[in-house]
């Protein structure tokens, strides 16, 4: 029994080593953390998880971001520092790291249980929970911090979120045809989706 | 001299100072590699972060809201000592601690700054009644009251030192606060800012757009306060004007802390410490890194998430070199918020690249206006940064 212990101690202990301080690209995606949490499992309500995002996705951001396609002050000089250090290194390192859902925050069940069937509507793209598809770089939602989902929602329906994007066409006609509150409601439903 | 305090089991990283900087460095060496013995020496017992405190001063956060302890820290295996490094003895590679010393294999000296107050007369004298809220803690709530009691119509004056100091934006997002609470509590009141710069030294479009709102705010640039008069409540500038004021907030001109002047870590100027771009070593003594406020010569302002980021950069720096492997290039980002008003914030962005070994910013971007937008994200980034440092 002791030396199974030992074993597992071990074993905890050389995965412990190989964490995410070892992975490729953390060198280029460290500064990231500073907004969005250790290893990219932000903690922060307007702040997304990068963790365990489809890389296709993650480096369309960066490089929208860094050409001032998706308009942000903040990601703008971000994406550049990571397009000039490699923007695959960067998407593939935060792809990689393993997705830790945050402590159940205070969901409204009610808003939660109409945005379950709100989501219907979303399902063709981002699939029936909202888990996306990364071969086609469509990101998952699930878990995604309710206040980060509710603005991007708005950004698409004020059409704020990636003027002239082509690519986005179909979820900004979706977005503007859905009322702000049921916007609100499908935060809260994939907000609590695990 | 009594013996090593705590004596080691095998490579030792001892970590002076857990603000910012420190506490992240002290975290992530053990991420890196948790055989690494790490000691972190920090006299506080509570983390009070300066960003956000300038709205304790507004009444629009609390303090308690600010203020962490260091309980999940020590869960990463660390030791951390509430007790004051006094000497660094870099030869014996040992930190002098009380009546003993701690051994290290590398030293991280994270000592934020120290005021200059013989550069202000009378100043030293006047410590309790002259305020300078610029460590967050005590100050901040003393001063908050002082504005408080502050009759309507009175006048409050803050004084700018010169750069460099700590947080250069963080002087007028305190001018907005206050001028902010005045505006609603005491309309007669005014802010009179005594700048000893020639202009504001951070976000300066934005502050004076945002300065629009607020015709209670006097703005004297190139306002040198060298003297102080606690019993007058008055304030002298180098050009011999003399300011009355009903509370006064002396923002001192600032060095490296003092650690970091009795270990011979300063340079000539007897004010900061030269360091390596890439792994943060002290130009003066191998083996000690210095990171955070303290340093000088890299094109990065004295920021709290600059620190963090140099707090990362040198752990891994420091854990390479234990490890007998070459450090690789890591460059700091950094994202200043400042709050205009109790719900808008501006923004300013700065990115950097090693370039032939050393810091070059890539870019710099500020928010177009104040938004409630910027404000939230801020929520958000100091949420994550708090948690980076100490969670």
Known sequence: MIYVSLIVVLLLASRAEAGPLDAPGYGKAFTCSACHGFAGNSRAATVPILAGMPAAYLKKALQDYASGKRPSTEMEPYAKMAVHLGVDDVATYFAGQKREPATATALDGAAVARGKTAAAACAGCHGPDGRGDAAKGVPDLRGQPQGYLGNQMLLFKSGRRSPGDKALEEMKTLMKAIPEATLADLAAYFASRQ | ?391
């Open chain 2, 1 to 391: 001299m009594q013996g090593d305090i705590a004596p080691r089991s095998g490579r030792r990283v001892v970590v002076i100072g857990g603000g910012w900087g420190g506490a992240t460095a002290a975290k992530y060496v053990r991420l890196h590699d948790p055989s690494i013995e790490v000691v972190l020496i920090e006299p506080n017992r509570r983390f009070v972060s300066c960003p956000f405190s300038n709205l304790v001063l507004s009444g629009v956060r609390t303090i308690d809201s600010l203020t962490f302890d260091y309980g999940r820290l020590r869960r990463h295996g660390m030791r951390v000592l509430h007790e004051t490094a006094t000497g660094v003895e870099p030869s014996a590679r040992r930190v002098r601690v009380g009546g003993g010393y701690l051994a290290y294999d590398r030293l991280i000296v994270a000592p934020g700054v120290e005021f200059q107050w013989e550069q202000v007369e009378g100043l030293a004298a006047a410590q309790e009644r002259v305020l300078h809220a610029w460590k967050a803690g005590p100050q901040t709530v003393q001063l908050a009251r002082q504005l408080q009691s502050m009759d309507d119509g009175g006048v409050f004056v803050l004084t700018v030192p010169p750069a460099a100091y700590r947080c250069p934006p963080g002087p007028y997002e305190r001018v907005c606060q206050v001028a902010w609470y005045l505006r609603n509590a005491k309309p007669r009141s005014k802010v009179i800012v005594l700048d000893a710069n020639q202009n504001i030294v951070s976000k300066a479009g934005l502050f004076r757009a945002a300065w629009q709102a607020y015709p209670n705010i006097e703005y004297r640039a190139s306002n040198k306060v060298v003297k102080v008069d606690a019993g007058a409540r008055e304030v002298t500038t180098d050009f011999g004007d003399r300011v009355k004021y009903d509370v006064v907030n002396l923002i001192p001109p600032q060095r490296a802390g003092s650690v970091a002047v009795h270990a011979d870590l300063v340079g000539a100027d007897q004010r900061w410490c030269e360091v390596d771009h890439v792994t943060y070593e002290s130009v003066k003594h191998r083996g000690i890194h210095v990171i955070g406020d303290a340093t000088i010569g890299l094109p990065v302002p004295k920021s709290g998430n600059v620190a963090n980021a140099m707090g990362k950069i040198c752990a891994s720096a420091v854990v390479h070199l234990l490890n007998g492997k070459e450090p690789p290039a890591m460059a700091p980002g950094n994202t200043c918020y400042s709050w205009v008003n109790d719900r808008e914030a501006i923004a300013v962005v700065n990115v950097y690249k090693i370039d032939t070994g050393k810091v070059v910013q890539i870019e710099q971007k500020l928010t177009p206006a104040p938004s409630a937008a910027v404000a939230q994200n801020s929520l958000g980034w100091a949420q994550s940064i708090w948690s980076d440092i100490l969670g």
